[in-house]
């Protein structure tokens, strides 16, 4: 028997399997929580108090900002190893695959969120900023209003 087509694309098809996209997502495993490490061991000590906080950015500034800043580019770079996982996921239960790609990467950017503004922070302070102008940004931070308290 003959079988006809109609010429055009099999789009029922799945596409190959490609190995670039599974070392990409190897490395960014590894990548990944290296940078996240290196920059919570650069990370200056924390405190809930706004005026010590303060204290100890503007006595570190650039630490604070590097370390903030390899937190962040780590939590980038976590994103093709995070979409990697979930779709070994998606596979085998596509509802479940998806659903975890959706949460996870709402997650990553709600703590790349945090990173930024601890950034900023760390930026405000090394500028030169007044010591209670930066107490006021850490609070508001710190606020009911933002951590939904």
């Known amino acids: 028997m003959k079988e006809w087509t109609t010429g055009g694309a099999n789009l029922d098809a799945a596409p190959p399997p490609s190995r670039y996209r599974t070392v990409i997502g190897a490395a960014s495993l590894i990548v990944a929580p290296a940078f996240m490490s290196v920059g919570d061991l650069m990370h200056p000590h ?3 108090d706004a005026a010590a906080q303060v204290a100890i950015v503007a006595e570190s500034a650039s630490r604070w900002y590097v370390a903030h800043l390899l937190l962040f ?4 770079v976590f994103v093709p190893g995070i979409l990697a996982l979930s779709e070994v996921v998606a596979k085998r239960r596509p509802a479940v695959g998806y659903a975890a790609r959706v949460l996870l990467v709402a997650s990553v950017g709600a703590l790349s969120a945090v990173f930024v503004c601890e950034m900023l922070l760390g930026r405000f302070v090394s500028q030169g900023a007044d010591q209670a102008a930066a107490v006021a940004l850490f609070q508001t931070f710190q606020s009911g209003a933002v951590l939904g308290r």
């Open 73 to 76: 580019v780590g939590m980038l």
């Open 46 to 48: 924390e405190t809930w």
